[in-house]
């Protein structure tokens, strides 16, 4: 700190350097009990008392309180009086290592049933149509609007487009119970291949947050997927919005390919 | 509709259905042209007018408005008065497929370059210790906290732990100027092997928004990464939150396992 500066200057600028200093600590200590919220790995979902939280991490009582604040603030964790911190949020891991649809990737964490919104033929914008690989644009392809539920709490909102010589098989079939990918493969007599995908972490718009009862701004995990039969053909394209508070995707890396 | 419902019933009803449509419709049209918008698909970063973009996708004037609102409230476009919509965001891609560090990455699109905000040895907090596999808690750990940018725009804040063999090499290391994953390479004499992670969407609190330069409760991308050598030791642990208007995860899942 420079020399000159005042006594004045400098008791305002420490008090902000502690304070920096305690956020920083306070995310630090948040991101490592983050994950033994997720893993379901306090007994009872019964966090450590704020002191014992103390004294096992080496720092002070404010800043647990900030970590648990930011937990809170994640609706990870609620504060009950005479009772302490207790986890009241779970996220379910969508595996990122294989292909699979969202029922297939949950089957140990409950039921997944699907609100049909919207199904019927229309005419295929062209990015769809290019990469679906139609004729042309204005071909028909089949769309479907679903918002998911995991035993009934909405998990995403997928919008998808399949052409439409699979997708009129798909105007019979049961939707509301089963994956897409389960019936494709049922369809076309084929497993699945590949899937090129993309995923961001967006602030949900207000009509997108109300269907799927988040707040408005709550960050929504967004997978676009195009989805390829074994012999290579395109066959599904979708625009899934997962809610950002109930998945999480794991996934092993390799460091050489 | 229930035959008993009222004309004055039926009005607001029906006004509310287009309403959802409209708002379903813009979503659409607003997937459909994000990715395009990311893929630096319109000549000049110009979108076509409004009227033309509703000939194209058959939708009204209203609901390309309604799109590119969202667009625009995702910071991806503006508008110029006299111009038109301009593409004004860019995300960046980072690769799901193949375990590499952000310099690595993103070296076709520009000079990454790291903030090293905290670099010193701390006790291991017990979960630390644990993923790491040191002999136990309280056991000394180089603990790194980095705000990471692209061409000088902040992308990431990371924060790391590496056991203290390793990581003493790392005090006098280039860490602005260079990848974690480079050194840790170099100086084990080994290369990296696997990588578990997990991502999430949340929102930013005050203190990280505040760091990444991004507004309160902008949706980040949360990526925990455990990094080990190909010998299978956990060398780096890391949390790391990436802006999400910045940075998408672009992979290729296979059916087959």
Redesign the interface.
């Known amino acids: 700190m420079p020399a000159e500066r005042t006594r004045e200057h400098t008791a305002p600028v420490a008090a902000a350097r502690r304070r920096?200093l305690r956020?920083?600590r306070?995310?630090?200590?948040a991101?490592?009990l983050r994950?033994?919220v997720l893993l379901q790995g306090f007994p009872a979902g019964l966090l450590p008392h704020e002191d014992a939280l103390g004294a096992?991490?080496?720092v002070s009582r404010n800043t647990v309180r900030q970590a648990l604040d930011?937990l809170r603030?994640?609706q990870l964790v609620e504060r009950v009086p005479g009772v302490g911190t207790v986890v009241v949020g779970a996220?379910y891991?969508h595996g990122?290592?294989?292909?699979m649809g969202l029922a297939e990737t949950l089957h140990e964490h409950g039921r997944v049933t699907n609100e049909v919104?919207?199904m019927a033929p229309?005419?295929a914008?062209?990015?769809?149509a290019e990469r679906l690989r139609l004729e042309g644009p204005n071909t028909d392809v089949l769309?479907i609007?679903r918002l998911r539920r995991l035993d009934g709490l909405p998990l995403s909102l997928d919008?998808t487009y399949v052409p439409m010589d699979v997708g009129i098989e798909l105007l019979n079939a049961d939707l509301e119970n089963t994956d897409i990918f389960r019936l494709l493969e049922e369809i076309t007599g084929q497993?699945?291949?590949?899937?090129?995908?993309?995923?961001?972490?967006?602030?949900a718009?207000a009509?997108?947050a109300a269907v799927l009862q988040s707040p408005r701004?709550?960050?929504?995990?967004?997978l676009?997927r195009l989805t390829h039969l074994?012999d290579g053909r395109p066959v599904d394209l979708e625009?899934i919005r997962?809610r950002?508070d109930r998945?999480?995707?794991?996934?092993?890396?390799?460091?050489?390919?």
Request: no cysteine.
């Open positions: 920096r956020a920083d306070a995310r630090q200590l991101d490592l994950r033994q096992d991490y080496g930011l603030a994640e996220k891991p990122l290592d294989r292909l919104r919207t229309v005419p914008p062209a990015p769809v769309y609007e919008l497993p699945l291949g590949t899937a090129e995908i993309t995923l961001e972490a967006v602030n718009d009509h997108s701004g709550a960050a929504v995990l967004m676009e074994s625009f997962f950002g998945i999480t995707m794991r996934g092993l890396l390799h460091r050489s390919v």
